[in-house]
């Protein structure tokens, strides 16, 4: 049967209303942004903490800070914490990274009272019940025992080593000892010089009504709290060789990774870099997913993207491949990357690009919950909310010539990390 | 509350439209009829393979994806034992896009053996990536098959074998085509910035000349009642004991459905939920122990899976999780538990329904389900449950007579 013939006109993304959040502060001066609009009563609080690795004097000590905050407060246990915080419809969620600890609360705006002295509990007197913490560390240790045997987190590991160094906050990775050498003291100090006491930053998305500044007073507002500076640690130092290949017995398939450090969000080439980015491997369409996917059918999915740290960023490339196709995979890597510095994008493939990243901003902002994510980007980059607006016309105005000159300046394989996990020959080779 | 507007197309197409005119985008949702129970037992993986082949070009589309990012959106696809959704999120205004995208490959695949050959392999890379390669990669493999004996929910999603995958042949995909991919067998929901009534209009366009298939009749094979317990140890190279029990449940439209997903929750939802506290934060004899059912339109499956605390016997932990179910067995849930599992279904269908695309994806699937006024009651179906529910059911599905176990050994730690 035959469809009408006359195909559906495009029409440009003309308009997108990045409605920016609202600014206030506490009356300590914690900064606090409100994204205002939800059908229902439900709110999402983010309460965003310099309390990840940077901010740490051990190794693994702000992962296990963050994991085991909710285990325990003075006055309350684990199980009074939670039972309190589920009893309400609510979710607490704490995760930390890199450079930050972050609280995520989602729940029902009426109940918001009932939680405060649970909440209090634990940002200001966690108390890290020694038992919980020897479970933790037990359960680590045999949690990494099923990691290590995966040629993905491998690949993680050894890519973040090399471009940071062992000892960088960045690039050490935990082992069973380093679990073991966790003690109660070491998470306790490091809450109270955190959570207990830096200044973190707010956004609430969701319905924003009367009793949520009452309640943020009352949960941060009350005391002073400090800027918190790093602890000092060796400078990220890359390695000096460029390949590691290391072979796993029994693998089936390789995980293969580029990677080299790249400019911050606020450098100035860093959102046409982000085009750039996109066209190589930053969506389905991309160039590495057309040719070693959809071409070749090496792989289930090859990515690129950019890390985004306070410290220093980098750019990647990942995927997993079958264990004969290793090397032809990576071969295409370099084509493609040799590709982009040597020819000129088209024009069409560039308006695909284009609308494709315009379509993704405007579902970026869609809403208060996506827009929240959005301003905790622009936050963490230390960028100004006129960001979106600025992506936005760098994207609309980037030329084939600017996406070149690029590709020679940062997609050169001079400073390219290689690393794969699974290499296909029993010898590690170390080039 | 989500209003929304029903239409059928006079060759079946179901059409749910919903109105949010607070967003700028549009998310299409094309849901098929079709999933893993309804493959041939000597070519399983096959509807899994089918979706990636929807990518692979139609008869006016060579690449759908292109078209689609040039439209400013994005989209993926995901296969289930039961269904297998499309689904398609762009800025409203080009819909129509959308649309024609979805109508061009309901119409007309383009049965390339080239297509067929990459999607072969990436499904296999896949089958490698996420089945082989994984330490109990395979573990839903063997409980499937311990717990059904003839329905098809006996294999999973990806296949029984690689071989079934690998031996696909083009007259397969064309089959499967003409019996499964017409409008009749399908729903199409949109939601975001549009109008109902544009909506119907490019739907009738686009879809309306399409024609219908044969009718869908399943006829497929009931499980019998187990009436002894199962028990399979495996023996590999994983670090860590683990543990699965399975217990066949109603299906999804069965009365009894709310309060088996509440009795799961009691056991096992959040931090708070008794498992987790009792036997890994209390008593460690696990170092991870959740349960949660499987939710099939067919009968389902309750199942709990742990990982053995290191060093702990194994029999003593077993015993203690057998305690605790027996606790659900005869005594009620309190008061404050009950009310925990009510406020939690509230958010988390107010959180649920923030998304246009969530809110599509819902329609079409409680459509298919029979009925896409549920997205709007089944909060009152889980607030109507009552402590004596949770163990009545209790009683019927966690009897030890149709539990299948699971022991998932590691070698090192068998030696030693």
Redesign the interface.
Known sequence: MALPTTIPLLKPVTQAHFVYPERQELSNGIALYTLDGAADDIIRLELVFPAGRRYERSYGVSAAAAKLMTEGAEGYSGADIAGTIERYGASLKVRGGFDYTSLQLHGLNRFLPQMLPVLQGLIYRASYPEKECANYIRNNRQKIRIREQKVDYLADNALRKVLYGPEHPYGYHMTGERFSELSREQLLEHHRRTIAAAQPFVIAAGRIGDELNPFLEQLLGQSPRSVLQPVKHPAAQADKVRLMHLHKENSVQSAIRFAKPIMAKNHPDYQAFFVLNTILGGYFGSRLMSNIREDKGYTYGIYSGITHLDEASYFYISSEVGLPVCQAAIAEVYAEMQRLREELVSEEELELVRNYLLGTILGSIDGPFRSADTVRGILQGGLSMDFVQELINTIRAITPVQLQELAQRYLGVEDLFEVVVGWPEAEVSLL | MISYHHHTLANGLKILVHEDP????AAVNLLYDVGARDEDPGRTGFAHLFEHLMFGGSA?VP?F??VL??????NNAYTTNDLTNYYD???A??L??AL?LE??RM??LDFSERSL??????V???F??HY????YGDVWHKLRALVYTVHPYRWPTIGLELSHVEEASLDDVRNFFYRFYRPNNAILAVAGGVKTSEVIELAE??FG???RGPANERKLPAEPVQSKARHLIVEA????DMLYRAWPMCDRKHPDYYATDLLSDMLS????GRLH?RL??EN?FF??LEAYITASFDDGLFVIEG?F??GVDRGEAEAALEAELELVRTQFVST?EL??A???S??SE??G????LGKAMKLAYYELLGNAALINEEIEQYRRVSAEDIQRVAREVLRPERCSTLHYLSKQAVLS
């Open positions: 607070s967003s700028p985008m006016g690449e994806d292109t990012q040039r439209a400013g959106g994005n999120v762009l800025p205004v080009n129509e896009t024609w109508a061009d119409n007309l050959d990459v999607q072969r392999k990436v296999c890379e896949e490698k990536e082989i390669n994984q330490p366009k686009w000349q399409i024609e190279d994983v670090p860590v939802a959040g931090e708070s506290r890994v934060m460690e170092s991870d990982k605390a290191e404050e009310e925990k009510r406020n939690q509230e958010a107010a959180f329904n923030v998304s246009v």
